[in-house]
């Protein structure tokens, strides 16, 4: 069965996030959005924007494409 990519997602930035010990409130402040937006897109609650992406990938320090790779 194909994973849903939001929940992928959302797993890929909380790793990272708690890889760079941040919470989602400084995660928040580095990326530009608000603290309740990172709390969302953990629990796969949003449909992100490509936009969006770049700015928390930046942020935690890694491509977008990272963020948007997942094994099959």
């Given at each position: ?48 924007t ?23």
């Amino acid at each position: 069965m194909k994973k849903d990519i939001l929940k992928l997602f959302a797993t890929k930035v909380k790793e990272e996030r708690q890889k760079l010990s941040l919470s989602q409130e400084e995660l928040a402040t580095k990326a530009g959005v608000h603290r309740t937006y990172i709390g969302m897109i953990e629990r796969a609650e949003k449909n992100i924007t490509l936009k969006n992406i770049e700015k928390i990938a930046t942020a935690l320090e890694v491509e977008e494409s990272f963020l948007l790779h997942y094994p099959k």
